[in-house]
């Protein structure tokens, strides 16, 4: 073999041997960095420097970088804030329509020692929701005899939520002769939900009178049903004629307890108190009569 072909001969297997060497490390390498044969739960995370790492170019986000929405939410405007909030304080307008109410609130009797008694209150209204024609009585009866019997017709008014405005006429039948009223009042519902109702009387000669009750109703259970009460009656000036005189002539204050078989029909039982104060009461006695008076009561309440 001449010197020529030894020396190609000697080229060429160089050539191979890198050739070979350069594919097995590249073999190697690509056997190294491949995810999916690489088991991360054994490396040493800890001796990587990640702060080298370019994590921009990585799928995942670096971490405590907010993610970006794909489809942004458009700011809220002020017509969104209307849409979602509309305004409901107003109240819906109806049709105009009239009701009727027929409520017999007290009915009830007693025995005691100074003899039995019967006692009536009631009232009704007819009109719609401004606009209401009130009638209202009471009175009440003592061993067969008539101590107490009016009646008023009065207009009414609504004037604020739960409140109404009432004027008009009180004719009362007892005690004495019969005399009229004018009369003008409030009635409606109190914060606290106490029933109010207050009427001032201006009659002949210069004649006032007020008469004011509170109430309120105490539910024990749905159908037991407890309501305190406390009526004043006042007076401008002295009456001898019906034994009342001026200031307060008389409160009243008790409780009567009701059981509603039905919304429209409750028996009662109760106990009231009732006492003459001023000149009233020096009426009584120089009549014999007593200035106070308990007595248990039993009744029975109604609407329709």
């Not at 969104?80 to 105009?96: I, K, L, M, T, Y």
């Not at 009701?258 to 006695?285: H, L």
């Amino acid at each position: 073999m001449t010197p020529q072909c030894t020396v190609l001969l000697a080229a060429g297997a160089m050539l191979a041997l890198h050739a070979g060497v350069a594919i097995g490390q590249d073999d190697a390498h690509q056997d190294a960095t491949d995810d999916s044969t690489t088991d991360h739960a054994t490396m040493d995370h800890s001796a990587m420097d990640h702060s080298s790492m370019d994590h921009a170019a990585m799928s995942h986000p670096m971490p405590g970088t907010p993610d970006v929405p794909r489809e942004p939410v458009p700011p809220v405007t002020d017509l969104d804030r209307a849409a979602a909030f509309p305004e409901v304080s107003a109240h819906a307008a109806h049709a105009a329509r009239n009701f009727g109410l027929v409520q017999l609130e007290k009915l009830e009797t007693w025995d005691s020692g100074d003899g039995s008694g019967l006692l009536w209150e009631g009232q009704g209204w007819y009109g719609g929701d401004l606009n209401k024609l009130w009638l209202r009585t009471e009175g009440e009866r003592v061993d067969n005899s008539t101590e107490a019997a009016d009646v008023e017709v009065l207009y009414g008014r609504s004037v604020a939520r739960w409140w109404e405005v009432v004027a008009g006429v009180r004719h009362d039948f007892e005690p004495g002769s019969s005399q009229s009223w004018a009369a003008i009042g409030v009635t409606g519902l109190a914060p606290q939900k106490f029933e109010i109702e207050a009427t001032a009387y201006l009659g002949d000669a210069g004649r006032t009178a007020l008469r004011f009750e509170a109430e309120y109703e105490l539910l024990l259970t749905n159908r037991l049903i407890a309501r305190p009460l406390l009526e004043l009656n006042l007076l401008g000036k002295d009456d001898p004629e019906r034994g009342l005189g001026s200031g307060v002539t008389a409160a009243e204050i008790g409780i009567r307890l009701r059981y509603e078989v039905t919304r429209q029909f409750a028996p009662y039982v109760g106990v009231v108190y009732e006492r003459a104060y001023g000149e009233t009461a020096d009426f009584r006695r120089s009549d014999g009569e007593d200035v106070d008076d308990t007595r248990v009561v039993a009744g029975v309440r109604a609407w329709f």
